[in-house]
């Protein structure tokens, strides 16, 4: 029997990159049930995804964040009684028409509830967006992270993550409290604790917007920090990195955080710049400072 699928994906004023993402989605070899969509723009895109009969358009006037959305569209998704549920960002794009079919072919021959496919910068197909660490240092390589052929219980969520949907009622949705940056990592961690078996095909690929000017080398190349691009970003970004430190009781990245944030901003005399990671992850890391987005003072 062939298993059945349904996408979850979240748009915000991407109307463009929305049309070429559900074009791709229904140009797949495999099939897909149904695309639950949620749209917390400022301008909705229901006619772009009215063009397409097996999408389930939810309206949401409230800014939920990529956390929120996603929780949204997934119990959604969850609700249409798929087996499998693929994950999609807005301005994502499965790389060709077999990319979901590979997803379904090596989750089964893998045995796993997760499979994540490479993510890919666009114009850079041999650039990853977002990198790997391989021997203790990260690479944007693809090259270099294809060699490997599968790393078990390591991927980018949430873009192009095809998972079973009973994997949600053992470890929960995403957590709309952290909006936007880190959800994903907090989802990772929360699959390992509960043993699911999942991992990253590299005979698969979606391109996503990279982020190679975020990561900053501080000692070597194996020692690096993320510096997101606007204010309202690295305040999201340090706060959640704050928070999954204390929810998850990682040491080492405390240490690592730390010391990295330190050594950058006092290198580059950015005292200003470290009083906002300070703030931040601060109050993350004392569980504060959650709510609305109009509440937060970023």
């Known amino acids: 029997m062939t298993p059945s699928v349904a996408v979850a994906a979240v748009t915000f004023d991407r109307p463009r990159e929305l049309a070429v993402l559900l074009d791709a989605i229904n140009s797949q070899t495999a099939p897909v049930r149904s695309i639950c969509l949620v749209d917390s723009g400022t301008v909705p895109s229901k006619d772009v995804a009215g063009r397409h009969a097996n999408v389930d358009y939810v309206r949401s006037e409230a800014n939920l964040g990529g956390a929120g959305g996603f929780s949204l569209a997934i119990l959604k998704a969850v609700a249409s009684g798929a087996d499998w549920i693929w994950m999609m960002d807005d301005d994502a794009e499965p790389a060709d028409p077999e990319c979901l079919a590979t997803l379904l072919r090596e989750a089964q021959a893998r045995d796993l509830d997760a499979v994540v496919p490479l993510v890919v910068a666009p114009g850079h197909p041999d650039r990853l967006s977002f990198f790997f660490r391989l021997n203790g240092k990260v690479t944007h390589e693809r090259a270099e992270v294809e060699k490997v052929g599968f790393l078990p219980g390591d991927g980018h969520f949430f873009n192009g993550a095809l998972i079973r949907s009973d994997v949600?009622?053992?470890?929960?949705?995403?957590?709309?409290?952290?909006?936007?940056?880190?959800?994903?990592?907090?989802?990772?961690?929360?699959?390992?604790?509960?043993?699911?078996?999942?991992?990253?095909?590299?005979?698969?690929?979606?391109?996503?917007?990279?982020?190679?000017?975020?990561?900053?080398?501080?000692?070597?190349?194996?020692?690096?920090?993320?510096?997101?691009?606007?204010?309202?970003?690295?305040?999201?970004?340090?706060?959640?990195?704050?928070?999954?430190?204390?929810?998850?009781?990682?040491?080492?990245?405390?240490?690592?955080?730390?010391?990295?944030?330190?050594?950058?901003?006092?290198?580059?005399?950015?005292?200003?710049?470290?009083?906002?990671?300070?703030?931040?992850?601060?109050?993350?890391?004392?569980?504060?400072?959650?709510?609305?987005?109009?509440?937060q003072k970023f």
Do not use: C, Q
């Open 168 to 295: 949600f009622f053992k470890v929960g949705l995403p957590d709309m409290r952290l909006f936007i940056r880190g959800d994903e990592v907090d989802f990772t961690l929360r699959l390992r604790k509960a043993g699911i078996r999942f991992g990253t095909v590299t005979t698969a690929a979606i391109t996503h917007p990279h982020a190679f000017s975020e990561t900053k080398h501080v000692f070597g190349a194996r020692w690096h920090v993320i510096v997101p691009d606007s204010a309202f970003k690295r305040y999201f970004y340090y706060r959640n990195r704050g928070y999954m430190i204390r929810r998850h009781f990682r040491v080492k990245s405390f240490i690592a955080d730390v010391g990295g944030y330190l050594g950058y901003f006092l290198r580059r005399g950015d005292v200003r710049g470290l009083a906002d990671w300070f703030r931040a992850f601060s109050t993350g890391l004392r569980g504060k400072g959650f709510g609305p987005l109009e509440d």
